[in-house]
């Protein structure tokens, strides 16, 4: 090859210059295409990006006011009471099976009853003087039981005919409860 050859193969024709051209043109369109593309994709999160701001704004408020009450909670005790009481409901669900949770169902309104029926003052009141006077009670179980003249000289005392005559009557109405119905001849 001559140094004219080689001076023609370095030298770009008219042809490379409409190939180059047409590829520039062909990225020059596809950049636009991508760039119109980014464009309309940021119109579409300009909404979403001005939503977010606002958050930012006011969730630093609703942050701090859930931070306080959460930490007035705390203080106050109420956390480290649900944790005991997970701890008690871990310690129900491990002990009982689930025939015992239906049965609980099947009495459910039952208990509730009966515990409405603790509740009233009259019956809390006795409980809490039951409960007083078991405690202050001498309990020498090794000693001999009192003889029926000194449960007879206890008879004197107006508090203890009150305390039978209450006890009588407790144990007439559970008993009455308890009876099974009259047999009619």
């Given amino acids: 090859m001559t140094a004219m050859d080689?001076?023609?193969?370095?030298?770009?024709?008219?042809?490379?210059?409409?190939?180059?051209?047409?590829?520039l043109d062909r990225i020059e369109a596809r950049l636009d295409a991508l760039l119109a593309h980014a464009e309309r994709r940021d119109a579409e999160l300009e909404p979403l990006r001005d939503l977010a701001a606002e958050v930012g704004v006011l969730s630093g408020p609703v942050v701090d006011s859930v931070t306080a009450r959460v930490a007035d909670w705390?203080?106050?005790?109420?956390?480290?009471?649900?944790?005991?009481?997970?701890?008690v409901v871990d310690r129900i669900v491990t002990s009982f099976e689930e025939e015992d949770v239906e049965a609980l169902?099947?009495?459910?309104?039952?208990?509730?009853?009966?515990?409405?029926?603790?509740?009233?003052?009259?019956?809390?009141?006795?409980?809490?003087?039951?409960?007083g006077s078991v405690s202050h009670l001498e309990t020498d179980a090794e000693g001999p039981?009192?003889?029926?003249?000194?449960?007879?000289?206890d008879l004197r005392?107006?508090?203890?005919?009150?305390?039978?005559?209450?006890?009588?009557?407790?144990?007439?109405?559970?008993?009455?409860?308890?009876?099974?119905?009259p047999a009619n001849p």
């Fill in 74 to 87: 705390d203080e106050r005790g109420y956390l480290g009471f649900a944790r005991s009481s997970a701890r």
């Fill in 145 to 153: 039981p009192p003889s029926t003249f000194a449960l007879l000289r």
């Fill in 105 to 131: 169902g099947d009495n459910v309104v039952l208990m509730l009853e009966t515990l409405r029926d603790l509740t009233q003052p009259e019956i809390l009141r006795l409980l809490r003087q039951t409960a």
């Fill in 6 to 23: 080689t001076h023609h193969l370095d030298t770009p024709t008219a042809t490379d210059h409409a190939s180059s051209d047409a590829r």
């Fill in 157 to 181: 005392d107006p508090e203890v005919r009150r305390g039978l005559g209450r006890m009588l009557d407790l144990l007439r109405s559970v008993g009455a409860e308890g009876a099974p119905p």
